[in-house]
């Protein structure tokens, strides 16, 4: 079973609102990313958890603010979001970080 | 550095044609990985194939088809008698070893049209 689950599917926000995602898998996966896409874009790598350890951030503002929990939940906590930050998220999970990445569904983020 | 290119961007077929999908990859790594995802409208990137560097030999999974070939850095996707489900936008990623990211490329957006 390769799934990754994310809430919400959707989300609006204005730009004072604080709002969480969240992702969760349970196929037993130690590294967890998150991306942000863009229309007609690829996705654009943002954090890196491997074993509940950050690994990788990839020079984001400190207006996302990861955090993983445990090994089967990552969240991105948003503050302060920016109209440019409207994009698709999207969360993937993997063996370990040399393994294949199994993507969720995204959440749609619509910043007002 | 590791890039890939994927260079037509829109591709529309009629039902039941065939569609080639290019990719085009750099890297310094020996040792490699090269993956194919589908992204339909709903959004979620669905894996469709990993290959390895050292596992030359092409790959047919139903009307999928890989042709991997080092000899020219490409790696390209065959759809074989397309349906409307085909419809999505495919990606094309590689990854070095020891390197913890991906490198997509911009995509392909595929039309198949009834």
């Known amino acids: 079973d390769t799934e990754v689950t994310q809430t919400p599917k959707h989300l609006v926000m204005g730009m004072t609102n604080k709002k969480s995602l969240k992702c969760e898998q349970h196929?037993?996966?130690?590294?967890m990313y998150w991306y942000k896409q863009k229309a007609k874009k690829p996705p654009e790598l943002m954090f890196v958890?491997?074993?509940?350890?950050?690994?990788i951030n990839e020079s984001v503002p400190s207006r996302f603010s990861p955090e993983c929990p445990n090994s089967s939940l990552l969240n991105l906590h948003l503050h302060a979001l920016q109209p440019e930050d409207s994009a698709l998220y999207l969360c993937?999970?993997?063996?370990?970080?040399?393994?294949?990445?199994?993507f969720g569904p995204g959440t749609r983020l619509l910043v007002l | 550095a590791q890039k890939v290119t994927q260079a037509q961007t829109e591709i529309s077929v009629v039902e039941k044609e065939d569609v080639t999908l290019d990719c085009v990859y750099e890297?310094?790594?020996?040792?490699?990985?090269l993956f194919w995802y589908k992204q339909p409208p709903s959004g979620e990137l669905v894996f469709l194939i990993r290959?390895?560097?050292?596992?030359?030999q092409n790959e047919i999974s139903g009307r999928y088809s890989w042709n991997f070939q080092k000899s020219t850095s490409s790696f390209n996707f065959t759809i074989t008698a397309s349906q409307v489900v085909d419809s999505a936008v495919y990606f094309c990623?590689?990854?070095?070893?020891?390197?913890?990211?991906?490198?997509f490329g911009k995509g392909n957006q595929v039309v198949v049209i009834p």
């Open positions: 958890y491997s074993y509940e350890k950050l690994s």
């Open positions: 993937a999970s993997s063996q370990d970080l040399a393994e294949t990445q199994y």
């Open positions: 890297t310094r790594d020996t040792t490699y990985y």
């Open positions: 290959r390895n560097s050292f596992d030359e």
């Open positions: 196929m037993g996966h130690r590294a």
């Open positions: 990623a590689l990854r070095g070893y020891g390197n913890n990211r991906l490198a």
